[in-house]
């Protein structure tokens, strides 16, 4: 029962991620304006630290840096996940993931941005797990994984 509860809440929080990534290319599309997904603990600004478990927040970049200021507008904040789970990130999309007007992922200095967010819940031993892969062309999808572990960060 335990291993079902356990998969049931990895594949809630790889489609509560995924959402929130259509999201943020919807509102960059539509808008005509880049937009940005990133880490955040308060739920209101970005953070370098931690990993996406810890929450995230979506907002309009009007001036491009990938930090969300002050003026700029909130267009979701999301709570922190769980403590069981564990979310993995490559290098280009561990901190924020930003949507160019044509729905594109473009780094903030305007280099191409793809990668791959691995959520599994905490398990010394082989666990199953989800991946988000996030292409260049900007849309997101998921794939299901084996881990040999998903270990306590």
């Not at 999201?23 to 990133?38: D, F, I, P, S």
């Not at 209101?44 to 927040?57: A, D, H, M, R």
């Not at 904040?77 to 993931?97: M, Q």
């Not at 797990?129 to 900007?138: E, M, P, T």
């Amino acid at each position: 029962m335990a291993g079902v509860l356990n998969s049931t809440r990895v594949s809630s929080a790889s489609s509560e991620l995924v959402a929130s990534l259509m999201l943020t290319r919807n509102e960059a599309m539509k808008r005509h304006v880049r937009v940005v997904m990133c880490k955040s603990a308060d739920g209101k600004t970005c953070t370098s630290l931690g990993t996406w478990q810890q929450g995230w927040i979506v907002f309009v970049d009007n001036n491009g840096d990938g930090e969300r200021a002050a003026t700029e507008p909130l267009l979701q904040s999301k709570l922190p996940l769980g403590s069981s789970l564990r979310f993995t990130a490559t290098s280009p999309v561990a901190k924020y993931v930003s949507y160019s007007p044509s729905g594109a992922t473009l780094l903030v200095g305007g280099g191409f941005q793809a990668g791959t967010v691995t959520v599994c819940s905490q398990s010394m031993g082989a666990t199953s797990a989800r991946q988000v892969i996030l292409s260049a062309g900007g849309r997101p999808r998921t794939q299901k994984v084996q881990l040999p572990s998903c270990n306590p960060a």
